[in-house]
């Protein structure tokens, strides 16, 4: 796969060239380039527009210790071998992974994947969640849906686990939850699931509103399922927690 080196920049029309994804030769033309940051895994994030749909594109150039391509292509295969069931459901269609590698010693080699736009942050912390309202949606609604979001994929069927789970991830897009950035998710055989069979909110051990215990089969035994229980409020701290985190206890 391969495209322009050139670093995406607003005033430039942009041709990739996708390679066995659709045909030999299929031609990728984006218009609109707009950056929006760089994070801190050395990506640029632009948006951009894709045959008239509005994209995401994750670009990076690599480094002398450069990791940034390796986790773009890890990226792109966990999309591909994990999310299909929820492109342009609960996570952003995914539009290929595009490389360029130079065999040029003073060129560098660039890469990037491009996905579905889709919306803004929700919040800026989880733990807003409880009290956001999206659209027609009632309160509590989005947040009920972003944890059966993640009940589901940690599920069998997705089999994954996010690594990076925080407001940044969970957008809002026309009043549904989308989850993005699995550049650090990896492949989870959650106990949580094998311990209910079937886990939702109702055979939850872990039940809202009630103090969260230590993480064991009367909560819930996945470290991720756990923290978001907490940083989400769906469950109260404990006064173990309390402590542990540095906040006064009276």
């Avoid at 480094?63 to 940034?68: F, H, P």
């Avoid at 391509?69 to 071998?81: A, G, K």
Wanted: proline share 4%; glycine share 6%; hydrophobic share 35%.
């Amino acid at each position: 796969m391969s495209l322009s080196s050139d670093i995406p920049d607003a005033t430039e029309i942009h041709r990739l060239l996708r390679i066995g994804a659709v045909k030999d030769n299929d031609r990728v033309t984006l218009t609109d380039v707009t950056f929006l940051k760089n994070t801190e895994h050395k990506h640029s994030i632009f948006k951009a527009k894709l045959s008239g749909k509005d994209v995401i594109v994750k670009f990076t150039y690599e480094d002398d210790d450069d990791l940034a391509i390796p986790r773009l292509q890890h990226e792109s295969e966990i999309y591909v071998d994990h999310l299909k069931p929820l492109w342009g459901v609960h996570v952003p269609t995914f539009y290929g992974f595009y490389m360029y590698e130079s065999s040029d010693f003073d060129e560098l080699s660039c890469a990037c994947i491009v996905l579905q736009y889709c919306g803004e942050p929700a919040v800026s912390n989880l733990s807003q969640l409880n009290d956001y309202c999206s659209n027609e949606y009632g309160i509590k609604q989005f947040r009920n849906d972003t944890m059966d979001l993640v009940l589901r994929l940690h599920s069998p069927e997705i089999g994954l686990e996010h690594d990076a789970l925080n407001a940044a991830h969970v957008l809002d897009f026309e009043g549904k939850p989308f989850l993005i950035d699995f550049g650090g998710a990896e492949p989870h055989e959650c106990l949580a699931w094998k311990r209910a069979g079937q886990l939702t909110r109702e055979t939850l051990p872990a039940k809202e509103g009630r103090v969260l215990g230590p993480l064991s089969s009367k909560t819930v035994m996945c470290y991720e399922l756990w923290d978001f229980l907490e940083f989400t409020r769906y469950c109260l701290p404990s006064m173990s927690t309390l402590k542990m985190r540095g906040m006064n206890v009276v």
